[in-house]
């Protein structure tokens, strides 16, 4: 199969090397000439994969026309520079070409999903899909076992696809609620950063644990108002993702909060992050959706009043602790 491979950060690198392994011919576009020249001459991607020996039939370009003709391609850009790249590529691409979103985030301005970006381009595009679950790009490059979820809307289609870019290490489930596993992958970046500022602050194991389940509980309440399938949330997208995200420190959302419950400025933290921690925007845009929805998410409130406020997070922590006590589950199970 001809694929190719949009954005060339650490994941979109490791996806690339992956589908090349499995036997495709594959093009990685790249937005800097440097970083395609260190992997067509070097096999490396220095700056965001160091280390890892590309094949040497994975190719890389800055040239959009890499992108045309090809029957396959994977978006792995920020999810905020999405909408733009798709402007700017837009000649290039086939209006039925499948297309799978390998990003995890929200978009601030119109509220919608990476998926939801694509159909406004490819409105006629049935063959749209999303690839999400617990997967360090790092991992992945290492050819560790890793198992992800292919979410999209037409079962054959999506079981097609399953089995073409599955590997032995790299295992893909597949899945019909794209919303779900679409949300899953956006909003559990919001709760890896708070467990990274719970453990900067030295809370504890137990702390980590309640903010992970509570943090699992309220992002369901979001997903399930905006139309996800709440079993969605208890599978690799959702709760696979969500425990190495908030437990992983390969993890950058979990690495900012660490940073921050340390006292750092954020400020200072987004100075050193060379890659895009999309936890901090996504908190952002939940923070509109929630209100417009009014669903109650309060460690997704707070991480937000951290991040935007500036407020203390052992103020925010003392908050939180400080709110009335209720049923854990709205329903009280029997």
């Not at 001809?2 to 937005?31: C, N, P, Q, Y």
């Not at 406004?120 to 991992?139: D, H, I, K, Y």
Request: net charge neutral; proline share 4%; hydrophobic share 45%.
């Amino acid at each position: 199969m001809k694929i190719a491979v949009v954005g060339a950060g650490s994941w979109g690198t490791a996806l690339a090397k992956v589908l090349s392994e499995k036997g495709h011919e594959v093009f990685l576009l790249a937005r800097r000439s440097e970083v395609a020249e260190a992997i067509n001459h070097r096999r490396e991607n220095p700056q965001y994969l160091p280390g890892i020996i590309l094949p040497a039939e994975l190719q890389a370009s800055v040239e959009p026309e890499v992108l045309r003709d090809r029957e396959l391609i994977l978006w792995v850009v920020p999810c905020q520079s999405l909408r733009g790249v798709l402007k700017s590529l837009r000649d290039y691409l086939g209006s039925d070409t499948p297309m799978i979103s390998a990003i995890k985030g929200i978009e601030i301005e119109s509220g919608k999903t990476p998926f939801e970006v694509l159909q406004e381009f490819f409105p006629e595009n049935r063959a749209l899909m999303v690839l999400s679950g617990p997967s360090f790009a790092l991992e992945v490059a290492n050819r560790l076992p890793t198992a992800v979820v292919l979410a999209g809307e037409d079962e054959k289609l999506v079981h097609s696809f399953q089995e073409a870019l599955s590997l032995p290490y790299f295992r893909i489930y597949r899945s019909l609620d794209v919303r779900g596993v679409e949300l899953c992958g956006a909003l559990k970046n919001i709760i890896a950063i708070a467990a990274g500022i719970s453990d900067g602050l030295g809370l504890g194991l137990n702390a980590r644990a309640a903010l992970i389940t509570r943090g699992l509980s309220e992002i369901i309440r979001l997903g399930v108002k905006l139309g996800a399938k709440s079993i969605t949330f208890s599978g690799l997208a959702g709760l696979g993702d969500l425990v190495l995200t908030c437990t992983g420190n390969l993890s950058r959302n979990y690495t900012v909060g660490f940073r921050l419950g340390k006292g750092e400025k954020l400020s200072e933290i987004l100075q050193d992050l060379h890659q895009v921690a999309e936890g901090l925007k996504t908190a952002l845009a939940v923070k509109k959706l929630s209100e417009k929805h009014q669903v109650e998410m309060p460690i997704s409130e707070a991480v937000y009043r951290i991040l935007y406020e500036e407020e203390s997070p052992a103020e925010v922590l003392r908050k939180l602790l400080s709110r009335p006590l209720k049923a854990e589950f709205e329903v009280l199970p029997l």
